[in-house]
Structure formats: structure tokens, C-alpha cells
């Protein structure tokens, strides 16, 4: 039976929501996952340190006994955010980074950022302290395709930020597009980009032949067959400014199965074993462990986790559950479409 060894992961982007479904989803996270960059997006936002410190309380208090499990806590960017709370939640500990949601590009991002320009000082007060800014990398006007939301976003606001506060750290996060990943290699320093699982195996193809297949659907959402092969290449490239940001996002299924579904995909709890499956796919499975274990960590300036995880490749397909149970309602779990022969054996040993 063929295994590999490798440091234990972390999620560089990952929603719990709150509630019923935190409770459902955490342990799949906990399991597997140290560490995890959790998103502010609720209803409402984790807008202040105080709301941050809150929801980090509510989220350990669903971790399941015996995982060890850490939640690094972010703040959703509003044109009001006060850049001396933003400062304390660095200084404390507490916050890991700030998120920038354009308003309207993603699941609760109403609230986000209309104009660059309003939130300048926040970031360049950020820049001064060490604060790294996560971004959802899509415009949202009208006029701009769904596909190419990500490219216009890099031209008109990313290098503007970029060119105007250089000092500041930035995660591109979720890269989708070809043009992303050719950014972020294209660039010289403070610049780096989280990949998903689900992003490195569907196309826009997934979602659209034969009929609508709304589990699919995220935003970003999935591009074409040169894209995804392009986060292919880089998320196996040893390159370390690419790194494992899941972007795992539940929605109770009645969320998704409708007239106007959500933007999402469940996928913590087989995240591993299709990675596994990718690299290996790719003849890369030596470049695994700094894809998932030590990229992420290096960027934000944490050390790599000491615990190891042990992964084998079975003879017979493993199984998960097509959904979920929560008290909030079922789950679909992300279908990779392929049979999945590698699995966790150990995550803690």
C-alpha cells in the first residue's frame, strides 16, 4: 500500500458560517486541518475585533473534543472599518488579516467595498503594522462578464492598491484564471494566491453541459480548460506563493436547489484525498506537503505544524457521504467525479 508522510495542513480560506451549520461542518475541518483562515462574511459581518473575538469563542466552543483546532480570525472591510481597531486586533494576536470583499461579488458581500479610494487608509495603516489584506479578486459591474470578472479586477483596482501601497501584503485569494496565476508570478514581492480543491479539478464545463448542476456553482466561479490547467501547474509547481485556500463553503441544500442559488462547495471533508488524487495526477506528489502544510504558514509568518499526517493509497475507492446532516438542513458534499483511492489514515500522529 503506497503512503506519504506529510506535515499536518492548513485552510488559508474557509467559511464555517455560524450556528447550526458551524456546529454540522467544523469537525470536517477540525479532523483533517490545524489551522484555518476563517471568513467574516456572516449575517451580520465580523466587522470589529469585538465581533472577531466573539465568533472565534463560538467557533471553538463547536470544535469537537480531541481535535486541536485553531480558527485565525479576519475582518470584513467596510468603507467605515476604524483603522485603530484594525491595528489593536494585529497588535493582540487576534486578527491574521483583513478581508476585502467588492460589494456584491460573493455570498453577504453587500456590505463591502464600493470605492478603493475609502478604504486607502485602512490599508496603508495595515502595511504599517504587518496586516495582511485577503482579497475576493472580481469586479462587479454589470458589464463585465461572470469570466472575466477576475482579470478587470486585477487591472482596475489589485494594481492600484498594489501600486500605490506596495509595502502591503496581499493574498490574492482563490485564484481562477490563467491571468491570476500569470499575475502573481509576474510580480516581485508582497504578492501571493491561495488555490482551492474544487478549482484544480472543474471547468466551467461542470457546471453547464447537460444541464444546470447548481453543487458546482461558486464564485469565482470555474473557467475554462486552459485556466484550471494553469492552477494546475502552479499549485504543483513548488512555487511558494501558491497555497491551499480551500474556500470551502456550505449551503443547506434548499440554499442551492433553487431559482437563485447560492455560490458555493462543500468540500473539507474530502479535501485531502482529491488533492492526493491531483497531484499524484500531475506527478507531483513530493510538492503535496508545501502546498498544503508550508506555503500558507511561510506567507503569513507562522511556523509549519509538527503534527504529520499520514496519507494511503487503497485499493478500493473511498467513500464519503453525498451530504451532510446539520440541524439547519443537508449538505451536499463535493463529487470529484473520479474515484477517490488515497485517503487520511492518521492526522494527529
Not at 464555517?16 to 451580520?44: E, K, Q, Y
Not at 496581499?170 to 500569470?182: A, L
Not at 483511492?341 to 492526522?347: E, I
Request: glycine letters at 6%; proline letters at 6%; hydrophobic letters at 40%.
Amino acid at each position: 500500500m503506497k503512503t506519504i508522510s506529510i506535515r499536518r495542513p492548513d485552510d488559508w480560506h474557509l467559511h464555517l458560517r455560524d450556528g447550526a451549520v458551524l456546529a454540522g461542518v467544523i469537525g470536517d475541518t477540525s479532523r483533517h486541518f490545524a489551522r484555518a483562515i476563517i471568513m467574516p462574511n456572516l449575517v451580520p459581518p465580523v466587522v470589529t475585533t469585538t465581533d472577531a473575538k466573539a465568533y472565534q469563542e463560538r467557533i471553538l466552543a463547536a470544535v469537537p473534543a480531541g481535535h486541536r483546532f485553531d480558527p485565525l480570525m479576519t475582518l470584513y472591510l467596510t468603507e467605515h472599518t476604524d483603522a485603530n481597531d484594525v491595528e489593536e486586533g494585529k497588535k493582540s494576536g487576534l486578527i491574521t488579516a483583513v478581508k476585502l470583499y467588492p460589494a456584491g461579488a460573493t455570498t453577504n458581500s453587500h456590505g463591502g467595498v464600493h470605492n478603493i479610494d475609502k478604504v486607502m487608509p485602512v490599508l496603508e495603516r495595515m502595511a504599517k503594522v504587518g496586516l495582511n489584506l485577503c482579497v475576493h479578486g472580481e469586479v462587479t459591474t454589470p458589464e463585465v462578464d461572470i469570466f472575466d470578472r477576475e482579470a478587470v479586477f486585477i487591472e482596475e483596482k489589485l494594481d492600484v492598491i498594489r501600486r500605490r501601497i506596495p509595502e502591503l501584503k496581499v493574498t490574492m485569494e482563490h485564484v481562477t484564471s490563467k491571468v491570476g496565476v500569470d499575475y502573481i508570478i509576474a510580480s516581485d514581492r508582497n504578492l501571493a494566491g491561495s488555490i482551492t480543491t474544487h478549482h484544480l479539478i472543474i471547468n466551467r464545463n461542470t457546471i453547464l453541459v447537460g444541464g444546470i448542476r447548481p453543487h458546482y456553482y461558486c464564485l469565482p466561479i470555474a473557467k475554462r480548460e486552459t485556466d484550471r490547467q494553469a492552477l494546475r501547474k502552479a499549485a504543483t509547481s513548488g512555487d511558494p506563493r501558491f497555497f491551499l485556500g480551500t474556500d470551502s463553503a456550505p449551503h443547506v441544500d434548499g440554499m442551492k436547489e433553487c431559482a437563485c442559488g447560492c455560490a458555493g462547495i462543500y468540500t473539507s471533508i474530502n479535501t485531502m484525498s482529491c488533492l492526493a488524487h491531483v497531484f499524484e495526477d500531475e506527478g507531483a506528489l513530493d510538492k503535496l506537503e508545501a502546498f498544503t502544510s508550508l506555503h500558507g504558514p511561510a506567507w503569513y509568518g507562522l511556523a509549519p505544524n509538527e503534527e504529520i499526517m499520514v496519507l494511503e493509497k487503497r485499493d478500493e475507492p473511498q467513500t464519503y457521504p453525498a451530504k451532510i446532516e446539520t440541524d439547519a438542513g443537508p449538505i451536499t458534499v463535493f463529487d470529484p467525479q473520479f474515484p477517490l483511492h488515497w485517503a487520511v489514515r492518521d492526522a494527529t500522529a
